[in-house]
């Protein structure tokens, strides 16, 4: 059982940046990948960036590419998410997820965050 919390989520001007953090409980963390994701108002949950458990590939969304930057620190039990140049489309609820394999696919992981609001203003 891995159990996850969000922080760093806040106001932002755009152009600006914000670390997201996840934290994990469980003796486990450093065996699954990791995964964020979010929800805008009114849409679906999306992928956005994910790392394999030993922290060494990365995958991203396209519209995020070059901009966030996904990492792992497994002997802290975190994982972060370091968004720059954000843009007023990036708001959205950010959640973070475990799962078995590095992927955009939500189906493929088996814990959730509570998730943490970041709103990019114009």
């Known amino acids: 059982q891995v159990q996850l919390v969000e922080s760093g989520g806040g106001l932002v001007q755009a152009g600006g940046s914000l670390r997201l953090s996840c934290a994990a409980s469980?003796?486990?963390?450093?065996?699954?990948?990791m995964g964020w994701f979010r929800q805008a108002p009114g849409k679906e949950r999306e992928f956005v960036a994910a790392?394999?458990?030993?922290?060494?590939?990365?995958y991203y969304a396209d519209s995020v590419k070059g901009r966030f930057s996904i990492s792992r620190d497994n002997a802290k039990n975190t994982a972060y998410l370091q968004m720059n140049s954000l843009k007023t489309e990036d708001t959205a609820i950010y959640y973070c997820?475990?799962?078995?394999?590095?992927?955009?696919?939500?189906?493929?992981?088996?814990?959730w965050g509570q998730g943490t609001q970041v709103t990019v203003s114009s």
């Open positions: 469980g003796r486990t963390f450093s065996s699954y990948a």
């Open positions: 997820a475990a799962g078995r394999g590095a992927t955009n696919l939500r189906r493929e992981y088996d814990y």
């Open positions: 790392i394999r458990w030993t922290g060494g590939r990365t």
